[in-house]
């Protein structure tokens, strides 16, 4: 029997929707053909995105030109109308690569947009189709060019996105033996950018949440002398889901640990939740049920369609992921413990299901669900910087406690 306090549809069952939040958006009434009908842009210092929506699949071009640096991409069966008129307040002064933008009818059945940049840029657009309560988008991603090297994580965004992200083979994590090596942590603010995942009451937004407490346990970590935290997002920026596990495979850390914060339209519904993987399914409808939603993070953040990385599609749950399912059990229940002191537990034990943030066969992985942001109690309690504070202690508590225990480090390579 389905839990009563999860809906899979929670993004639209909480009301006001993501895009009534989000950063730099236009939105006019819906329109047959390819009538825009909204236009967002997202800056972060990783890549710029811009996001065309219709009622039905845009068709276009685009192309480069010099002195100054522009982007020209020409929107094919589109009529010039109040959205695409406003790009030029879409863009922010803080935006890394987007100086000016501006849009004009340049034939009868062609909308020109123009964007001059600040720096060079390699851009890479795809289409989507309808999702959730976005319809048919257009997505434009501007990455900095030649910035491959200079970040990690943006090879990583740059190497998916052209369906070339390679994932090492899994590693035996020997007990460990170098007390001087440091424990590597990355922690992982779910959603972020055009995902804000779930919204409470109040219009907080779960991406927000999560981000600083996410930021809070870092500091914590980082002021240990044999730990240190990296984070798959620092800033609002969507991260697929496949490049935040890359992430931590490629920094070869010792745990992975998912921020997150529910929502339910049971708006009574409450407490703290720790889930792991599972190889043969949930444990439980609200688990499977909530690893669909969050699964379902990079359809509603936008990934170019078939750039899904092998590694995802296939995971290869051998007996080194049974071992680290295992052992991510024992990580859940150290720090659901620690929670229990904290808020209500909405489980009294760690759940599974198939999160794909949680697939690295060899990184112990758990995703916590601090509380339900659709109450409006935890909602509450979930802005005070208190008790984002008091999250960020327990969780690295248990984090510390699973390490006392003579928890595995994963090998160097």
Do not use: C
């Not at 049920?289 to 990385?309: C, F, W």
């Not at 979930?382 to 090998?411: D, H, P, T």
């Amino acid at each position: 029997m389905p839990d009563s306090t999860f809906d899979p549809t929670r993004r639209t069952l909480l009301g006001v929707a993501a895009a009534t939040f989000m950063l730099s958006v236009s939105r006019v009434g819906f329109a047959a053909g390819s009538q825009i009908v909204a236009l967002r842009v997202w800056p972060s210092s990783l890549y710029t995105r811009i996001t065309l929506e219709a009622g039905s699949a845009i068709q276009y071009k685009q192309f480069t030109l010099a002195n100054p640096n522009r982007l020209v991409i020409d929107l094919q069966g589109v009529q010039l109308n109040g959205v695409l008129k406003d790009i030029g307040s879409q863009i922010s002064a803080a935006d890394p690569y987007i100086k000016t933008a501006r849009a004009g009818q340049f034939d009868p059945d062609t909308v020109r947009l123009v964007l001059e940049l600040k720096a060079d840029v390699t851009p890479q657009a795809f289409t989507m189709v309808p999702v959730a309560e976005y319809q048919h988008r257009l997505v434009v991603d501007l990455y900095p060019a030649g910035g491959k090297q200079d970040d990690p994580l943006l090879a990583l965004l740059q190497d998916y996105n052209k369906g070339k992200l390679e994932q090492p083979a899994p590693q035996i994590k020997p007990k460990r033996k170098d007390s001087n090596r440091p424990i590597i942590v990355m922690l992982d603010p779910g959603h972020g950018g055009i995902d804000s995942g779930a919204v409470g009451l109040q219009g907080n937004r779960e991406k927000d949440v999560v981000l600083s407490i996410g930021k809070q346990l870092k500091r914590l970590i980082d002021a240990e002398s044999n730990m240190q935290a990296y984070m798959t997002r620092e800033e609002d920026v969507f991260i697929p889901l496949g490049v935040r596990v890359a992430k931590a495979r490629k920094l070869n850390a010792d745990l992975f640990v998912s921020i997150h914060a529910d929502a339910a339209p049971n708006r009574a519904a409450r407490g703290s939740s720790v889930f792991a993987l599972s190889e043969k399914g949930a444990t439980s409808a609200f688990a499977k049920a909530l690893a669909q939603t969050e699964n379902n993070s990079d359809l509603v953040g936008g990934i170019k369609i078939g750039s899904k990385d092998k590694y995802l599609a296939h995971t290869l749950l051998d007996l080194t992921q049974t071992a680290t399912i295992n052992d991510s059990l024992k990580l859940g229940k150290t720090v659901l413990g620690q929670l229990g002191g904290l808020n209500k537990l909405h489980k009294n034990a760690v759940e599974q299901a198939g999160f794909a943030v949680l697939k690295a066969p060899d990184i112990p992985s758990i995703l916590v669900e601090t509380a339900f942001i659709s109450n409006p109690d935890e909602e509450q309690r979930l802005i005070s910087a208190e008790f984002q504070q008091q999250m960020a202690n327990a969780i690295f508590s248990g984090v510390k406690r699973y390490f006392a225990s003579g928890a595995a480090l994963a090998a160097r390579v």
